[in-house]
């Protein structure tokens, strides 16, 4: 009984309310989290706590505590989770989760995921939001193995290289401002190292552009290269579709 009455009260949710209330239980998670056992070195309060996992979730990059001295390798890994849900986007994964929540899609909910995508077809809608994650971790992924490789004579060992990286480049795409050295990129194992700087500006400008430029630009790119492909090496002759850049994108850019 008080399973029905709890779907039923989500049933009653609006996009809005659901969208609200995500922000909220994101951040009050992520901050007990932070005060769990081996992740912070000497244990902070529930106040810096909660204001570091609504920053992280938020994507604001400010900070209260020092995040390399102030919590251990678990508490960062933590931190950089928040930060690729908030940059993900909370919209996407609450989109999701009522998709399959409700056992299927809407009228309703498809239309709000319109708008997150500027997907005009309707049909399109989910395929863009799966498009979405796969740019991200994509891009992401690129970011990583580029600062990874810019690292080798930062004097960091192995382990410290991958986590940098990882942290670098997610932090950098989503645009958190967080970084996991106390001087953050003005720190002295990189403060020179311009490669790493340039690369992690590169990955805030393509999260600054947001998701929906990206992806109507990736589209953009893989439908003309596919029909290049297909008229040089199939000889195919007749009109293809031509996708458009949406007046958004010409804007942002």
């Known amino acids: ?12 949710f609006g996009p809005a309310q659901l969208f609200v209330s995500s922000f909220l239980i994101f951040s009050i998670l992520g901050s007990l989290l932070l005060l769990l056992p081996g992740v912070t070195t000497d ?20 900070n209260v505590v020092d995040t390399e001295f102030n919590f251990t390798l678990f508490g960062q890994i933590i931190i950089l989770s928040l930060i690729q849900i908030g940059g993900l986007g909370i919209m996407t994964f609450t989109t999701f989760f009522s998709y399959f929540f409700k056992g299927g899609s809407s009228y309703k909910n498809q239309m709000l995921v319109k708008d997150i995508t500027n997907e005009e077809n309707l049909d399109n809608v989910f395929s863009a939001l799966k498009s979405i994650i796969i740019i991200t971790f994509l891009i992401e ?6 600062i990874f490789v810019s690292l080798s004579e930062a004097g960091l060992h192995i382990g410290e290289r991958i986590f940098f990286s990882i ?3 997610v932090s950098g795409f989503c645009n958190a401002g967080f970084s996991s050295l106390s001087g953050s990129l003005y720190d002295l194992r990189i403060r020179f190292n311009f490669p790493v700087h340039i690369i992690i500006s590169f990955l805030i400008i393509l999260g600054g552009l947001g998701f929906p430029i990206i992806y109507n630009i990736w589209r953009y790119i893989l439908t003309n290269t596919s029909n290049l492909y297909k008229r040089v090496f199939r000889n195919e ?14 804007l942002v850019i």
């Open 141 to 146: 992924g690129v970011g990583f193995l580029l």
């Open 1 to 12: 009984l008080k399973i029905m009455i709890i779907r039923k009260n989500f049933l009653q």
């Open 237 to 250: 002759r007749y009109a293809f579709k031509k996708p458009d850049i949406s007046i958004n994108t010409h």
């Open 43 to 62: 244990g902070i309060s529930y106040v810096d706590a909660l204001f570091t996992a609504t920053s992280a979730v938020c994507v604001t990059g400010l």
């Open 167 to 169: 942290f670098h480049s």
